[in-house]
């Protein structure tokens, strides 16, 4: 285990499990219907791509990177758009793949985005929500695990844009982020 981190709130096992689950959900909503579906980069993009593959229906994807936390631990409340999709939504069943719903901040604007744009549905899978950081009154249709206000990394999940890339999922030891 990487040596930041506290102890694994899921383990890549556990993960598999979790996107599975998902991906039957999604499964029985989108057969023949062409989803669109959306990654919100970065910390979504290991979900996503696990989430895609275990999935039957055939989706289209698309990738829009949205950022409010910079290097720091609290939202800006404004999150920004970084790099936009490539692909119209207007009239498209669109689903969002976020790893984690926190303040709702993203989830928030993407909705109101997307709506603007004409989506005929849109629908949020999120790996993790964090409903004791909520500060918008919104959360995700599908949370494959609720976990409580713990600052958690990895499978996509940073701190200060490390971490990304560990297989698992963990709390961050608090010096880390407090020295
Ligand atoms: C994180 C995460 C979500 C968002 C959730 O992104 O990936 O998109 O914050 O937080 P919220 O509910 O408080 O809005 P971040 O802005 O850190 O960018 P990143 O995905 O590149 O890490």
């Known amino acids: 285990m990487n040596k930041d981190i506290q102890s694994i709130v899921l383990t890549e096992a556990q993960i598999k499990e979790k996107v599975a689950a998902a991906a039957v959900w999604l499964d029985k909503r989108y057969e023949g219907k062409n989803p669109l579906f959306i990654s919100v ?12 593959r275990a999935m039957e229906t055939p989706v ?21 758009i970084v790099m936009d999709l490539a692909a119209n939504v ?65 499978y996509g999940l940073d701190y200060a844009q490390q971490y990304r890339n560990l297989p698992y999922v963990g709390i961050l030891k608090r010096e880390i982020y407090e020295k």
């Open 41 to 52: 980069l970065k910390g979504s993009v290991m979900f996503f791509c696990d989430l895609v």
């Open 60 to 80: 289209q994807m698309d990738f829009m990177t949205v950022s409010s936390y910079g290097a720091g631990s609290e939202s800006s409340g404004m999150p920004k």
């Open 90 to 154: 207007k009239d498209r069943h669109v689903v969002l793949v976020e790893d984690i719903v926190d303040s709702g901040y993203t989830l928030q604007r993407m909705k109101e985005l997307m709506s603007g744009r004409g989506a005929a549905s849109f629908t949020t899978v999120a790996l993790f929500d964090k409903p004791a950081r909520r500060k918008v009154d919104i959360k995700a249709d599908y949370a494959c695990f609720e976990i409580g206000d713990e600052f958690i990394v990895g």
